[in-house]
């Protein structure tokens, strides 16, 4: 069994990305802040993989990381001790001695890893090999952040209590709007804007620019209900609230709305937006017919998940991000 550190250059990138997929839809890493490929092989069949990113937003307490995405292995701990040395490896070479994953290059992308049942699925929820988060622990690697998922068969709206609120914003100019989808690819780019500083100082933000989050957000469209993607704005037209949640197409039992974003400008005077949009939604949502709703991945620190509580929400799933000093 052998290791191979490579780029895109490489012959044998094709083969990276080709590893545990199908063969019309190989994986395509974002290029931003790559640093190379691995990719594990023995006796001609390749085993697993990984890609390696130094991105300058992943500094915590002024300590660079190195991401580690795209992973992949077959379920067999020394190939993934073969892997995670290599990866170590890359790290040293390039001058740090932190590592965290799985991230996809950024928060953009795909990171986590989940650690608990995960049975039935919600739709975008990531799925991952259970044997796989055993395997980053066993070898030594800690929690970094732990995220969750909240569940409630209540869906209640709160829309009495946060009336005043509404209310107030409306007195102030605040105008609310479902998404126009005719107007997509504008409405996305003023939402990169707005995405990039609401999202300033989040746990590992990067920032993103206004093509790479039209191209991201564009195949969300087919799922994207407008009555259930708000928009708030100021009397000058700019985004100041904004939340995207969708109907879970998976539960065919319940009729389930998933909170995948919810976000306000940091402004004080905004405060209560984001309970604001929350109830608006869900309170559409019921005179739709929908009885449940997920908050989906929340970081546990985050003011998200307090919101969600008051919301009836109870934790349904975890997952972690994960760390190692080489």
């Known amino acids: 069994m052998q290791c191979?550190?490579?780029?895109?250059?490489?012959?044998?990138?094709?083969?990276?990305?080709?590893?545990?997929?199908?063969?019309?839809?190989?994986?395509?890493?974002?290029?931003?802040?790559?640093?190379?490929?691995?990719?594990v092989e023995s006796d001609g069949e390749y085993l697993a993989r990984a890609v390696c990113y130094l991105n300058p937003y992943h500094r915590i307490e002024d300590v660079q990381y190195v991401a580690v995405g795209y992973v992949?292995?077959?379920?067999?701990?020394?190939?993934?001790?073969?892997?995670?040395?290599?990866?170590?490896?890359?790290?040293?070479k390039n001058g740090v001695?932190?590592?965290?994953?799985?991230?996809?290059?950024?928060?953009?992308?795909?990171?986590?890893?989940?650690?608990?049942?995960?049975e039935n699925p919600f739709l975008l929820e990531p799925v991952t090999p259970p044997y796989l988060s055993y395997?980053?622990?066993?070898d030594g690697w800690g929690s970094l952040a732990n995220y969750h998922s909240q569940y409630t068969d209540s869906l209640n709206d709160n829309w009495h209590k946060v009336l005043p609120k509404h209310e107030f914003f409306i007195h102030k100019g605040v105008q609310f709007s479902i998404f126009d989808k005719s107007k997509a690819a504008e409405l996305f780019e003023a939402l990169a804007d707005f995405c990039n500083k609401a999202f300033s100082k989040n746990y590992l933000?990067?920032?993103i620019a206004k093509v790479d989050f039209v191209e991201k957000m564009m195949p969300v469209l087919p799922i994207l209900s407008p009555e259930y993607t708000l928009l708030a704005k100021n009397k000058s037209g700019q985004i100041v609230g904004f939340i995207f949640a969708y109907e879970d197409l998976l539960n065919k039992e319940n009729k389930t709305l998933v909170i995948k974003t919810l976000a306000r400008?940091?402004?004080?005077?905004?405060?209560?937006?984001?309970?604001?949009?929350?109830?608006?939604?869900i309170k559409c949502a019921k005179e739709k017919g929908f009885v449940a709703g997920i908050h989906a991945l929340m970081l546990e620190t985050n003011?998200?998940?307090?919101?969600?509580?008051?919301?009836?929400?109870?934790?349904?799933?975890?997952?972690?991000?994960?760390s190692k000093s080489v």
């Open 4 to 39: 191979y550190e490579i780029n895109p250059a490489d012959p044998l990138w094709s083969e990276l990305c080709a590893l545990n997929t199908t063969a019309d839809q190989p994986i395509s890493p974002d290029p931003k802040h790559l640093l190379c490929g691995v990719l």
């Open 72 to 92: 992949y292995c077959e379920d067999e701990f020394k190939t993934f001790q073969m892997l995670s040395n290599a990866i170590s490896e890359v790290a040293k």
């Open 97 to 118: 001695n932190k590592v965290l994953g799985p991230m996809d290059g950024s928060t953009w992308n795909a990171y986590r890893l989940v650690t608990s049942k995960q």
């Open 135 to 138: 395997f980053f622990k066993q």
């Open 205 to 207: 933000f990067s920032p």
């Open 265 to 281: 400008d940091a402004d004080a005077k905004y405060s209560g937006l984001g309970a604001v949009l929350l109830s608006k939604v």
């Open 303 to 322: 003011v998200s998940t307090q919101i969600s509580i008051n919301y009836d929400g109870n934790d349904y799933r975890q997952y972690t991000l994960f």
